[in-house]
Structures are given as structure tokens and as C-alpha cells.
């Protein structure tokens, strides 16, 4: 039986993932910067993943064999202070390889994105294996811990499992500062009859997953034998493109008459180096990677939800 710890839990990807092990039975130990929030449910610790001696302790103490590595400065946000980013993305991740292989871990989950392509990567529609020259911080940090999970797979044998996350949508938690946070906050204005203003060009086209099929990507690929997985590397996957105006229409076609304005900023750039979509016909075949839900699905759900 897993015993799973999460690192950076209370963020948007950690809450849904929390909630689904524990619905399941399944020991899992929330940690995050943060004080325990009041009336939390799960097995919680205040930790800050750059503390190596206090991720060994809570390994120990509480037998942990499996990690979901998830602590992580995003897109947009790292942009402000790219060093602290660094620090954050990279030291975290040493520090959880340190401590995997001290501790003799089975298996880590540690998630990549869209973020390690760029211009040079074909974005209309970007293999599995392109050309990457990411121009953010974030994504050069996602490129190295790629790099990085392939190094410590081939020199020590350490099982570290990875997706290229394109935007994810969920209405449980705020978006954590991403390029793809738009559709996010458009959702969220069309609940409360705001008008929105979006960050990104009306015709923008980025790649989308809702959350309920991140947490079945992610199940599935750590439910799978290593030997089934091709690479070692991080697997693209996607749920459905869209734009922001097409998402207005999905919006609208639900009875809201929601008004946007459109004030492209700084994320606009980064936007222009990113995949409009991608191409995960891997994760298909290695692990049956298959996605359920489109943009007017996920619209109808978040808007009721
Ligand atoms: N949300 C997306 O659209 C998306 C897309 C691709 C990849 N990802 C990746 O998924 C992971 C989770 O993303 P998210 O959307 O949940 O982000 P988020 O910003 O919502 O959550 C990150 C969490 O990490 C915590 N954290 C930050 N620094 C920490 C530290 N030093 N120690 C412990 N906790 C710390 C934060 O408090 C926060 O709760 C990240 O690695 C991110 O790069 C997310």
C-alpha cells in the first residue's frame, strides 16, 4: 500500500490531487509553506521543500515511499523575481532526488509543462521530442528538472514520472500565476456577472485540460510498470485547445452574456513562444493516455460547479 507525500498541497493541482488519495483510503501527507489552513481534513505539515532535513524527517516519520513533487514557482509569477524562481524550482527538486534516493523512495511524480518550448519548437502543433529553447525562467527550470529526472533514471534508477501540463482548469483554488490563468479568471467573472479583463489576445490559441483528466493522466502513468514507459523524460499531453474569444462563445452558449475587454500584457509575450497544441500520441500509446473532456464540457461543469 502507497504512502504518498505531497509537496506544495495547497496549491491548485496538489488540492485535487490531495483529495483524490484520501478519498481512496490512501495515506497521503499534505506539506506547503503555508500554516495548516483551519478546518483542513488531511494529514498536514507546514514545510518548505528548500528544508532538506525537514523533507527527510516527515519521509521517515511517516514511511512515505511515494512522491508527488509539486512545489513550484509558476509562468507568469516567476517572471517578477526569475533568481528566487530558480532557487524554488531547482532546489526543490535536488533536495526531493536527495532524499528519494536516501530513502530508498519507489516512485516520484514531478510535473513539467508546455513552458520548455519555444519558438524554434513548431507550435502549431509540437512533437513529443522538439526542439526546446524555452525564454522564460520557468520553463528553463522545467527543462533542467527534465533533463535532470533522465540523469537520475540512467545513474541511480530513480523512478521520477513526468507530464508536460498544458493549462489547467479547476474552480476549487485561485490559479497559481500562470500564462493560461485567463480562462480561469473568465470563468470566475462569469459566475459573479464581472466584466473581464484578459491579459492575452482575443485570438490567442493555447493547449487546455481540465482537472479531472490531469488526475486521471497522472493516475494512470504512476499505475503503470516503468517498463511499459519509452522515455524517461516528461510525456505532452493535452486536453483541448481553445482561445480566449472561443471560450467567450463556450461561456456565452450557457445563457451568460458575460463582457470581456482585451488588454494584452507582459504574458502575452511569453504566450507567443508557446504551443498551440501538442502532439501526445506517446502517452497514448505507453500508458493509454486518453482525454474526456472538451472545452463546452468543461465550461458546462465549471460554470455549475
Ligand atoms: N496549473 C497549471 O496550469 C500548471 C501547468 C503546468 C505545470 N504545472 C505544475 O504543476 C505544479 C503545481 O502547480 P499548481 O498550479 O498547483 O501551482 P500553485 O502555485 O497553485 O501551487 C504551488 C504550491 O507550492 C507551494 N510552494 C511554493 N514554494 C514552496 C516551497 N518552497 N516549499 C513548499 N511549498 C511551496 C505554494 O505555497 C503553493 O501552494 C507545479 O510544478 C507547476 O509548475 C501547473
Known amino acids: 500500500m502507497n504512502r504518498i507525500l505531497i509537496t506544495g498541497a495547497l496549491g491548485q493541482l496538489g488540492s485535487a ?42 519521509v521517515k516519520k511517516y514511511e512515505i515511499n511515494v512522491i508527488y513533487h509539486l512545489a513550484a514557482i509558476l509562468s507568469a509569477k516567476g517572471e517578477k523575481n526569475p533568481f528566487h524562481s530558480w532557487k524554488i524550482n531547482m532546489d526543490t527538486f535536488q533536495n526531493i532526488v536527495d532524499v528519494s534516493l536516501k530513502c530508498k523512495i519507489e516512485r516520484v511524480f514531478w510535473p513539467s509543462s508546455i513552458a520548455v518550448f519555444g519558438k524554434d519548437s ?6 513529443q521530442n522538439s526542439l526546446m529553447n524555452p525564454t522564460t525562467l520557468y520553463g528553463v527550470s522545467k527543462l533542467a528538472g527534465e533533463k535532470l529526472m533522465n540523469y ?22 485561485k490559479p497559481g500565476g500562470g500564462v493560461t490563468d485567463y480562462i ?23 493547449p487546455m485540460i481540465f482537472m479531472e483528466d490531469v488526475i486521471s493522466a497522472i493516475t494512470l502513468l504512476m499505475s503503470k510498470k516503468r517498463s511499459v514507459l519509452s522515455i524517461s523524460s516528461s510525456y505532452n499531453i493535452v486536453g483541448f485547445t481553445t482561445t480566449p474569444e472561443e471560450c467567450l462563445l463556450a461561456i456565452k452558449s450557457n445563457g451568460i452574456n458575460l463582457k470581456v ?38 465550461v458546462k461543469i465549471a460554470l455549475n460547479g
Open 17 to 58: 490531487l490531495l483529495k483524490h488519495y484520501h478519498d481512496k483510503g490512501i495515506f497521503v501527507l499534505a506539506t506547503d509553506i503555508h500554516e495548516c489552513p483551519k478546518g483542513l481534513v488531511y494529514n498536514y505539515e507546514k514545510l518548505d521543500a528548500l528544508n532538506f532535513e525537514g523533507l527527510l524527517d516527515v
Open 122 to 127: 513548431n507550435l502549431e502543433y509540437v512533437p
Open 152 to 173: 537520475y533514471f540512467e545513474k541511480y534508477q530513480l523512478d521520477i514520472r513526468s507530464i508536460r501540463f498544458p493549462g489547467i482548469i479547476s474552480m476549487d483554488t
Open 184 to 206: 480561469i479568471e473568465m470563468l470566475n467573472a462569469s459566475k459573479k456577472g464581472n466584466e473581464y479583463i484578459c491579459f492575452l489576445d482575443k485570438n490567442q490559441r493555447l
Open 261 to 298: 475587454h482585451y488588454k494584452p500584457d507582459f504574458r502575452q509575450k511569453i504566450a507567443n513562444t508557446w504551443p498551440e497544441n501538442v502532439d501526445d500520441s506517446l502517452a497514448s500509446k505507453d500508458w493509454g493516455w486518453s482525454p474526456k473532456f472538451g472545452l463546452d464540457k468543461t
